[in-house]
T-cell receptor
Framework: AQTVTQSQPEMSVQEAETVTLSCTYD???????LFWYKQPPSRQMILVIR??????QNATENRFSVNFQKAAKSFSLKISDSQLGDAAMYFC??????????FGAGTRLTVKP | EAQVTQNPRYLITVTGKKLTVTCSQN?????MSWYRQDPGLGLRQIYY???????DKGDVPEGYKVSRKEKRNFPLILESPSPNQTSLYFC?????????????FGPGTRLTVL
């Protein structure tokens, strides 16, 4: 079964600095999607960024970018110019083409002013 | 406003008392899904539905039932709740079951079973 591992339960970053959240996954599939979701204290799940496995180019959304290493099954999220509003729980997720959806345990990000 | 709604948002109940958590979306989405979120475990899929009258088990379906009689609604039923079902529940929907489609999540339902 596919698994998603986030090895950092907590991370902290200084405002305006850059932080990288790690995610690894295990799958035997060749095509799938990977996602990063943000969950602020409101508990709302918000999609931050998505990556298609067959695309080698790393996805970017404004200050958020990923480092996708398919062979290593690694999918890290980089947040540049961190802002106070970035403080949240971040979940890495995997979705296969047959709708197997897996989430990591989450990384709690604290942003220090 | 396009959204996924869940009711109730908070519920405290007792063991064995049947309950239903409703989920509704107004985006004409085909795919809907239920998840539970527990500390240290992230979100785990309970059931999902590819379309009306089509449902499938996710990772943790035991103790739950679902139905999809209408496209917009996907209720989660706990026939005999137990304390280990105390959790935060999310409903989500997407345009279709294709992996690339973004899932839109409801606000969550905090359930406590005493």
């Amino acid at each position: 079964a596919q698994t998603v591992t986030q090895s950092q339960p907590e991370m902290s970053v200084q405002e305006a600095e850059t932080v990288t959240l790690s995610c690894t996954y295990d799958t035997s599939e060749s095509d799938y999607y990977l996602f990063w979701y943000k969950q602020p204290p409101s508990r709302q799940m918000i999609l931050v960024i998505r990556q298609e496995a067959y695309k080698q180019q790393n996805a970017t959304e404004n200050r958020f970018s990923v480092n996708f290493q398919k062979a290593a099954k690694s999918f890290s999220l980089k947040i540049s110019d961190s802002q106070l509003g970035d403080a949240a729980m971040y979940f890495c997720a995997y979705r296969s083409y047959d709708n197997d959806m897996r989430f990591g345990a989450g990384t709690r990000l604290t942003v220090k002013p | 406003e396009a959204q996924v709604t869940q009711n109730p948002r908070y519920l405290i109940t007792v063991t064995g008392k049947k309950l239903t958590v409703t989920c509704s979306q107004n985006m004409n989405h085909e795919y809907m899904s239920w998840y539970r979120q527990d500390p240290g475990l992230g979100l785990r899929q309970i059931y999902y539905s590819m379309n009306v009258e089509v449902t499938d088990k996710g990772d943790v379906p035991e103790g739950y039932k679902v139905s999809r009689k209408e496209k917009r609604n996907f209720p989660l039923i706990l026939e005999s709740p137990s304390p280990n079902q105390t959790s935060l529940y999310f409903c989500a929907s997407s345009l279709s079951g294709r992996a690339r489609n973004e899932q839109f999540f409801g606000p969550g339902t905090r359930l406590t079973v005493l």
